[in-house]
């Protein structure tokens, strides 16, 4: 890996520090050649510390370590994204970041979804009368409680089943997406989200 310590008069390059798993970011640092050497050796993520001025281990201290996994050099040579599983929280405030964020996985446009189903659900345990949204699909599934949501998912399952042994990708994909939007309703219906079958995956995958 050809990295340029040289680029500044200090000798250090940042060092961006991700969750393998998440993909959070959870702490910037910055590594001279010496830390970048000792963190490949001993698989525990090292910096070099401008206010100490000397080699810092994370966690050498707090038990708090990162332990690498993979290591990348950007295009221009001069910053390193580290990737690593934490080893408890990362910022010495006791935060997961260091920017006072959870550690959680994200998925995204589906996570934005998780967070408007949950709305709905919220919306229909007020008052029919009380209620903003009086026409909301996903509020009169709720209504209708777990034996109606469970029943679409099947209805879903089949259509989707069914479109997938024809040629017609557009249709697959409409009903593959209409599988998923209803199993996130289910999911929220039961008291769970995405990230509860993201946990089960990783396990069963170790």
Not at 19 to 47: C, H, I, P, R, S
Request: proline residues 2%; negative net charge; contains cysteine.
């Amino acid at each position: 890996m050809n990295i340029d310590f040289d680029k500044n008069n200090d000798g250090l390059v940042p060092a961006i520090i991700q969750d393998v798993n998440t993909k959070n970011v959870l702490m910037l640092g910055y590594m001279n050649e010496e830390a970048f050497l000792k963190t490949n050796e001993t698989k525990k993520v090292t910096f070099f510390s401008r206010t100490k001025n000397r080699l810092w281990t994370k966690g050498e201290e707090s038990g708090n370590f990162l332990n690498l996994v993979d290591i990348k050099n950007d295009c221009d040579n001069d910053t390193l994204l580290v990737s690593v599983i934490p080893q408890g929280p990362t910022c010495h405030k006791g935060t997961d970041t260091c920017w006072a964020e959870k550690n959680e996985p994200n998925f995204g446009f589906l996570s934005n979804l998780e967070g408007v189903i949950e709305k709905r659900k919220r919306m229909s345990e007020v008052k029919p009368e009380l209620r903003t949204d009086k026409k909301s699909y996903v509020v009169s599934l709720f209504d209708e409680g777990i034996n109606k949501i469970a029943q679409k998912v099947g209805e879903e399952a089949v259509e989707t089943v069914i479109e997938a042994k024809d040629d017609n990708e557009e249709l697959f994909l409409n009903e593959s997406a209409d599988l998923l939007f209803h199993y996130l309703i289910l999911l929220q219906a039961k008291g769970f989200t995405l990230k509860d079958i993201s946990k089960v995956l990783e396990e069963r995958h170790r």
